[in-house]
C-alpha cells in the first residue's frame, strides 16, 4: 500500500461574519497523511467538544510531584489530595468568566456543560453549524483511505482575540488521531496456538535451570513466560502479600477489549492454582461494555488482566473498560464522541477519590498522531494522578525506534509537518514525562527484544531526572548518528523494562502464546503493585510517581539488559547498552532488591 500525501490545501473564502470579528486563528496543522477530505460536514451533525481551559498553576504541582517523588526530600510520600490537586490545576476565575459568557452568548446554559472535577476542561455537545460559528471555521468529512475510517474534522479553528488567553485548545477540531489505530501494542506474529501437550507450567523436568545472575531459572521459561518464571527471573520467590486489601492494581482497557472471566479462571487453574475462583472489578467508562461472550474476549485485555492480577494476587484488581468510537453516521443529531480516549479515562479517574495505586496502560499512538497541545495536556492530566500517588506504566510501542507499521518499507517514518522529513517515531503518552514506560525483553538470560519502542520525544523535553542516565547514553552515541532522526533534547523513553514475548495466556478458550510491550507494562505494573504492599504494610505511603526514584537507583534495583537493537524506520534503532538505554531503559526489576531499597522510608 502506498500513502500518498494529500498534499492539496485548498484555501477557501473565510465566511463573512468571520471577518467581521475579531477572530484569530487558535490552531492549524497540515492536512493529515493518509486522509483524504470530503464533502462539507452535515450542519445538524453533533459533536461533542471539549474545552481546555489553562490551568492556572500547574507549574507548582509540578514542583510538587518532584517534591513527594524525591526520596532525598523531606516531603517523600505525601501525596497530595484529591482537593490539593484540583485546587492548583482548576482555571482562573477570569478565565471561568470569559468562557462561560462566551458559551452564553451561544445559548448555552450551565445545565448544558459537563465540567471535569477541576473544572478545567468544559464538555458540550454542540450541533456542527454552530461549532463552525463559535470556532470560525468549516468542518469537513474526512476519510481514512485505508481503514475507510470517517471523521468530522478541520484543519484550523479559530477563537475571538480576548478569548485566546483562556482557552488552551479546542478538540474535535485538528486531531486525527486514529481511535482503531491506536495500536493495542501486541505483537501478534507471535499469536500461535499452543499445540504443545506436554506443556507443564513451571516443571522442569529433568532439564537443567539456566544459571541468571545468583538464580536459577526455569529452562522452560527460555520458550514459555509464566507467572512462574517471572517469579523467578524477578526475584520475587514466594512474596505474599501482607495487607492487600490497602493497596490495589488497576488495568485499562479500550477498543472494546473485554477481559473475559472464563479464561481469567482457565489461566488461574493453569498457573495461580490459590487465585481460582477471584475476580477483579470491572468498571465502565463512558459507556464501555463488558461482553462476557467467549468469542468476544480480547487478547490485550485477558493478557493484561491475567498477568497484572495472575502475579500480584491477592491484591485486588480494577479493570476500566473505556467506550470505543460509535460508527460515523452522518446525519446523526444524537452527539457523537469521536476524541481518543485516554482523556475520557483519566478525567473519568480524577472524579475518583479513591484511584488504584499501580496503572498499566497497553496502548499507545505515534506521537506525532496527536496534536502537541492536546498530547501536552493529556500529559498534564496524567500528572494530577501522579501527584496523587499513582503510578501510571505505559507500553513503550511495539515497533523499535519506528511506528510499528507492518509495512517494511516503513512509509510512516516521516514527519506531518508539512515537511515530510525522515523520522523516528516516538510512542504516546509512554513519551508523558510523568508516566513510566515500559520496553521488552525475550530470553533467558534476558536480551532487549527486536521489537521494543524507544527513542527520544519530540514534545517533551528531558525531564532533570533523567539528565544523568540519559546524558550517558548520549555520550556515548555520536551527534552525527542517525542526525535529524530523534530529538537528543527530549525525554528519553522507555524508563524500565520487562519480558515482552511468549507469554501464555488464556483466550477465547485456549492457550496461546503472546507478546508486545502490552505485556510488559502489567508486569511492571505488577511489581509496582508488590511493592506498594511492601511500603502500606510497613504504615509507609505507595511509591506514587516513581521516575525519580527509579532513576536514582538504577543498577542497585534493576538488571541492565546490553545485548540487543531495536531496528525500525530502516535503520537497526539504538542497542542496549551498560545503564540507560532506549531500548530497555535502565533494565528489568530485581524485586528482591527493590523490596530492600523501598522498606527505608
Ligand atoms: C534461549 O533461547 C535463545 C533463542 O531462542 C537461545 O539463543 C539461547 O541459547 C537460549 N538460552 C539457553 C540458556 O538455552
Ligand atoms: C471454585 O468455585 C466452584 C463453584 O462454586 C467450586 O466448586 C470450587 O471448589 C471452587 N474452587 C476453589 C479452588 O475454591
Ligand atoms: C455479546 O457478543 C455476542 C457475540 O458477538 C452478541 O451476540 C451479543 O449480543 C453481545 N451481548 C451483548 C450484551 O452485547
Ligand atoms: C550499535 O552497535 C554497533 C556494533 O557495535 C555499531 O556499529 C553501531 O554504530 C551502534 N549503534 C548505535 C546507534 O550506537
Redesign the pocket.
Given at each position: 500500500m502506498l500513502f500518498l500525501r494529500n498534499s492539496l490545501t485548498i484555501l477557501l473564502p473565510l465566511p463573512a461574519w468571520v471577518l467581521a470579528s475579531d477572530f484569530r486563528v487558535k490552531e492549524s496543522t497540515e492536512p493529515p497523511r493518509g486522509w483524504t477530505r470530503l464533502a462539507e460536514a452535515p450542519s445538524a451533525h453533533t459533536i461533542s467538544l471539549r474545552i481546555a481551559l489553562p490551568q492556572a498553576d500547574f507549574a507548582e504541582l509540578e514542583r510538587r510531584i518532584y517534591q513527594v517523588s524525591d526520596p532525598g526530600h523531606e516531603l517523600y510520600g505525601q501525596h497530595l489530595s484529591k482537593e490539593q490537586v484540583e485546587a492548583l490545576v482548576s482555571p482562573r476565575p477570569t478565565s471561568l468568566e470569559a468562557v462561560n459568557a462566551w458559551l452564553k452568548d451561544h445559548g448555552f446554559e450551565e445545565k448544558d456543560f459537563d465540567r471535569s472535577a477541576a473544572k478545567d476542561w468544559v464538555n458540550i455537545n454542540v450541533p456542527v453549524a454552530l461549532a463552525e460559528k463559535m470556532l470560525g471555521t468549516k468542518y469537513h468529512t474526512w476519510r481514512h483511505d485505508e481503514s475507510g475510517d470517517r471523521l468530522v474534522r478541520t484543519t484550523s479553528y479559530s477563537l475571538p482575540a480576548h478569548l485566546h488567553e483562556h482557552i488552551e485548545l479546542i478538540q474535535p477540531t485538528t486531531m486525527f488521531a486514529r481511535w482503531s489505530a491506536m495500536k493495542t501494542t501486541i505483537h501478534w506474529p507471535e499469536l500461535v496456538e499452543d499445540s504443545s501437550p506436554s506443556f507443564a507450567g513451571s516443571a522442569s523436568g529433568n532439564r537443567l535451570a539456566?544459571k541468571v545472575a545468583s538464580t536459577d531459572v526455569d529452562?522452560s521459561c527460555?520458550q514459555t513466560i509464566t507467572i512462574s518464571c517471572l517469579k523467578q527471573l524477578y526475584k520475587i520467590g514466594d512474596y505474599v502479600p501482607k495487607s492487600p486489601r490497602k493497596t490495589s492494581i488497576g488495568i485499562t482497557g479500550y477498543l472494546e477489549e473485554f477481559a473475559n472471566l472464563a479464561d481469567l479462571q482457565s489461566f488461574y487453574n493453569d498457573q495461580v492454582k490459590p487465585a481460582v475462583n477471584s475476580s477483579f472489578k470491572f468498571v465502565s467508562v463512558k459507556g464501555g461494555l463488558n461482553n462476557q461472550t467467549l468469542s468476544e474476549a480480547g487478547a490485550e485485555a485477558n493478557l493484561d488482566v491475567q498477568f497484572a492480577f495472575g502475579l500480584s494476587f491477592p491484591i485486588p484488581g480494577t479493570f476500566w473498560s473505556t467506550a470505543g468510537r460509535p460508527p460515523f453516521i452522518p446525519d446523526l443529531t444524537t452527539p457523537t464522541n469521536t476524541n481518543e480516549p485516554y482523556l475520557d479515562w483519566v478525567d473519568f479517574v480524577l472524579r475518583q477519590k479513591e484511584v488504584p495505586h499501580s496503572i498499566s496502560t497497553s496502548y499507545g499512538e505515534p506521537e506525532q498522531t496527536v496534536p502537541r497541545k492536546y498530547a501536552e495536556r493529556v500529559c498534564h492530566e496524567l500528572a494530577q494522578l501522579a501527584a496523587r500517588g499513582v503510578s501510571l506504566m505505559y507500553s513503550s510501542g511495539d515497533g523499535g525506534v519506528g511506528d510499528g507499521s507492518e509495512d517494511p518499507a516503513d512509509h510512516l517514518c516521516f514527519t506531518n509537518d508539512g515537511k515530510n522529513t525522515h523520522r523516528f517515531m516516538p510512542t504516546f503518552p509512554a513519551t508523558c514525562p510523568f508516566v513510566t514506560a515500559v520496553g521488552g525483553t525475550n530470553?533467558?538470560p534476558e536480551t532487549a527484544v527486536f521489537f521494543s519502542g524507544g527513542g527520544f520525544s519530540d514534545y517533551f523535553k528531558r525531564p532533570f531526572y533523567q539528565d544523568r542516565a540519559v546524558g550517558k547514553f548520549l555520550e556515548n552515541t555520536p551527534s552525527d548518528l542517525y542526525q535529524g532522526l530523534y530529538n537528543r533534547a527530549g525525554r528519553g523513553f522507555p524508563d524500565v523494562a520487562a519480558q515482552g514475548r511468549r507469554f501464555r495466556i488464556w483466550w477465547r478458550g485456549r492457550a496461546v502464546s503472546i507478546g508486545g510491550t502490552s505485556a510488559s507494562a502489567p508486569v511492571f505494573a505488577a511489581i509496582v503493585a508488590l511493592l506498594n504492599d511492601v511500603r502500606v504494610s510497613k504504615g509507609l505511603p505507595p511509591l506514587g510517581f516513581l521516575n525519580p526514584l527509579l532513576y536514582l537507583i538504577g543498577p542497585l534495583g534493576f538488571n541492565d539488559i546490553t545485548q540487543g537493537n531495536n531496528p525500525g524506520c530502516g535503520t537497526p534503532g539504538f542497542n542496549a547498552t551498560v545503564g540507560w538505554d532506549p531500548i530497555t531503559g535502565l533494565g528489568t526489576p530485581d524485586f528482591s532488591k527493590l523490596k530492600a531499597l523501598v522498606s527505608g522510608h
Open positions: 539456566i529452562p527460555n530470553d533467558v
